[in-house]
């Protein structure tokens, strides 16, 4: 199957830290920008971090933005996202999703992005 491997969630207490991992299956990373995206119970999914194909672009949420960061190894077909002080409302399922580009961050621009995973729970809670 072409699709996503996401890992590395769990529960952590606020101030905690995590690093996702986002391993690509049957297909390759190069050329592709991807997105971390995230959806909460009863909430869309909305992306929060892109990164470029080369890598040497990213871009974040700005509610992520100085807590999270994207990094990829193309030689590993991976993706990564280095969380720090988590707060509850970082709690939610984290994916990831492929694109040729990264688009505009958010909900509206989920669709543009596929090859989604089984995603892993963060959940942020003391």
């Known amino acids: 199957q072409l699709q996503f491997v996401e890992s590395g969630g769990g529960l952590v207490q606020p101030g905690g830290s995590l690093r996702l991992s986002c391993a690509a299956s049957?297909?390759?990373?190069?050329?592709?920008?991807v997105g971390w995206f995230r959806q909460a119970p009863g909430k869309e999914r909305e992306g929060i971090s892109c990164?470029?194909?080369?890598?040497?672009?990213?871009n974040y949420v700005d509610s992520v933005k100085g807590r999270f960061t994207i990094s990829r190894d193309n030689g590993k077909n991976t993706v990564y996202l280095q969380m720090v002080g988590l707060k509850p409302e970082d709690t939610a399922v984290y994916y990831c999703g492929a694109a040729q580009v990264c688009h505009s961050l958010g909900a509206a621009t989920t669709p543009l992005y596929g090859k989604w995973g089984q995603g892993t729970q963060v959940t942020v809670s003391s």
């Open positions: 049957g297909f390759t990373l190069d050329f592709r920008a």
């Open positions: 990164i470029s194909s080369n890598g040497k672009s990213t």
